[in-house]
């Protein structure tokens, strides 16, 4: 029922940029795309959303293209701290209200 | 701080009992959800209520509970019905009506039926 897809595993070397990419070719919109990361055994943590433009902040960067089927979330130097699984959600309208619906996500191992 | 608590960290039940794990925040937000996550899955989303005495059900909605009585809380019980109940569970928070916020998770509280 997920309406992203994200690759399941991923690697990245200390230091260097991860890029996770994201496909959500049936969004709407008006719908913003979400991530959230989830380090072991903890509540997943919310990193950036964004609707149509880059957006950035001070823990990732954002870049969705311009027909908003897809999208990518760049850590510009990857510790091994940002080991984690990342989870890219939009939205699903159901029963009134809109739940947010978490794929299995990617996980991210940062080698050292 | 504002945020979302739940409690307990760690929950050990028997079979057959019922068991209700806390959730409380102090964000002001409208919206409350359950999720369960098993090992190596992602979040499946149990109960959600948007406004207080007003809640819906998820995707496995099956064996658990709910109540909103007060904004702030919204427990879940996990009843002797659930067959499978050991796995992590979320509590998460969100601003009704709008889609520029996401959401704000608790810490979760991990149940394991012995």
């Known amino acids: 029922d997920a309406k992203t897809t994200q690759p399941t595993s991923m690697d990245c070397a200390e230091g260097r940029a991860a890029n996770l990419p994201c496909n959500h070719s049936t969004i709407s919109g008006n719908e913003y795309v979400y991530w959230y990361r989830q380090i072991h055994s903890q509540g997943p943590q919310y990193i950036i959303h964004g609707l149509k433009n880059n957006e950035t902040n001070e823990m990732a960067s954002l870049i969705i293209t311009e027909d908003r089927k897809s999208s990518t979330l760049i850590l510009p130097h990857a510790t091994l701290r940002d080991t984690a699984v990342y989870y890219c959600i939009v939205r699903v309208l159901g029963s009134g209200t809109y739940k947010y619906i978490f794929g299995t996500g990617t996980r991210l191992k940062v080698l050292a | 701080d504002g945020g979302i608590t739940q409690s307990p960290k760690y929950l050990f039940r028997k079979e057959g009992q019922n068991v209700t794990l806390s959730c409380e925040q102090n964000?002001?937000?409208?919206?409350m959800y359950w999720y369960r996550q098993d090992p190596g899955q992602g979040l499946r989303l149990i109960y959600y209520?948007?406004?207080?005495?007003?809640?819906q059900k998820g995707d496995i909605a099956e064996g658990y509970s709910v109540s909103r009585e007060k904004k702030e809380s919204f427990p879940l019980t996990v009843t002797s019905a659930q067959k499978n109940p050991t796995a992590f569970y979320l509590c998460a928070s969100s601003i009704e009506g709008t889609d520029s916020y996401g959401y704000t998770f608790g810490s979760g509280t991990r149940l394991t039926v012995v």
């Open positions: 209520s948007q406004i207080v005495n007003d809640f």
């Open positions: 964000l002001n937000h409208d919206a």
